[in-house]
């Protein structure tokens, strides 16, 4: 029994019902992939690199299924009362409140764990039932078992090239799930989505896009993450408020993607290259 706030704020879940479709641009079967798995009751998990589309990608499923979409994100402290639900004292009375799994599960929402190995295993245990035909939460707490409602999805995304081998999923996980592989998109798609999202002219958004398609091809470059979709987007933001394609790859790509200053004079010297600037500016 805690004292505390909200367990929604404490456990960084975010509830969306848009009125528009999230903007999404299908790179291959995922979309039919998915809304079969759905259909049938199955699991989920959405496998690639961070900044590839994946919560986005659910967040247009949500809206095609007309679900409502429950996002945690999931880090090494996250208990199974964080998602299942806790007592907490409310001035004199003790209530009970749900954790966002359980309240998918009695709305019959979408429930997305996004980054679901950062959670501990006795976390993610109690999605079994959940994950399998039973689609049963079982809460200890209250000594109930609940049926999901229907409309109910298990959703959850990892990192496949970025953690260790002991906080990999464990296999009984696995196999309750259907699996969709995220990649980067090709150029010209990434290049519209960069357009798109930040309202940047097509050339300077090819240019970034080349530039992350080469940071993709460093195999040791000493970066733990290469560019994603979302950092180059993030550039383009930066261009389009004024500065220079140089200052905006430094400042949201080379930038957040290492703190080594031997690799960050790589990339600078990589921005130079492939990041011309017509003005002269060095940036
Ligand atoms: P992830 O969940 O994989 O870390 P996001 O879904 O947050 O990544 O995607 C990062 C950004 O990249 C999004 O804000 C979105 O603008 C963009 N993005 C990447 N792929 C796509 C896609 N296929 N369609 C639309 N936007 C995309």
Known sequence: MTNEPTTASRN??????????????????????????????????????????????????????????????CHD??????????????????VWVDGPLTRAVREGALCYLDEVVEARQDTTVVLHPLGDHRRQLPIERLGVTLDAAPGFGLVVSYNPGYQSVLKDLKDSTRQRMVAIDFSYPSPDIEEGLVVHESGV????AAELVRFGQAIRKLETGGLREVASTRVLIAAAQLVVEGLTVREAARAAIAGPLTDDAGVSRGLNEM??????????QTG
């Open 12 to 73: 960084g879940a975010s509830d969306i019902s848009p009125s528009d479709r999230p903007y999404y641009r299908s790179v291959g079967n995922e979309e039919a992939v998915f809304k079969a798995a759905f259909r049938q009751g199955l699991s989920v998990m959405l496998k690639g690199p961070t900044g590839c589309g994946k919560t986005r990608f659910v967040e247009a499923m949500a809206y095609d299924l007309g679900r409502p979409l429950i996002t945690v994100a």
């Open 77 to 94: 402290d996250l208990t199974t009362a964080d998602l299942v639900g806790r007592y907490l004292l409310r001035g004199d009375e003790t």
């Open 201 to 204: 002219d097509h050339s300077t």
């Open 271 to 280: 921005i130079d290259v492939y990041l011309g600037d017509p003005t002269g």
